[in-house]
Nanobody, 115 residues
Framework: QVQLVESGGGLVQSGGSLRLSCAAS????????MAWFRQAPGKQRELVAV???????NYADSVKGRFTISRDNAQNTMFLQMNSLKPEDTAVYYC?????????WGQGTQVTVSS
């Protein structure tokens, strides 16, 4: 069973930066894509950014130009560099990994942006 572990969350002031990491517990050969989601209190979970096995990326409009998703294929690790953070970015951030057969989620890491 593959486990995903997120890290890097915390409290930061508006305009600051954080870098989230998501590490898989085992090497996976057939990754379809990896993604970051977030869920703010009282809101639905939303897609933040996704990176495919081929390296293509896509972002939610609300984070374009501020967040960058990347992967270390050799380590099955994914990153989310978050710059120019805003209070509305406050949420629990989750990573998701999909193969062509299974979907795995991390436990989430809290990001809080103070104004």
């Amino acid at each position: 069973q593959v486990q995903l572990v997120e890290s890097g969350g915390g409290l930061v002031q508006s305009g600051g930066s954080l870098r989230l990491s998501c590490a898989a517990s085992a090497r996976i050969l057939s990754i379809r894509d990896m993604a970051w989601f977030r869920q703010a209190p009282g809101k639905q979970r939303e897609l933040v950014a996704v990176i495919t096995s081929g390296g293509s990326t896509n972002y939610a409009d609300s984070v374009k130009g501020r967040f960058t998703i990347s992967r270390d294929n050799a380590q099955n690790t994914m990153f989310l560099q978050m710059n120019s953070l805003k209070p509305e970015d406050t949420a629990v951030y989750y990573c998701r990994l999909r193969t062509w057969l299974d979907t795995y989620w991390g436990q989430g890491t809290q990001v809080t942006v103070s104004s």
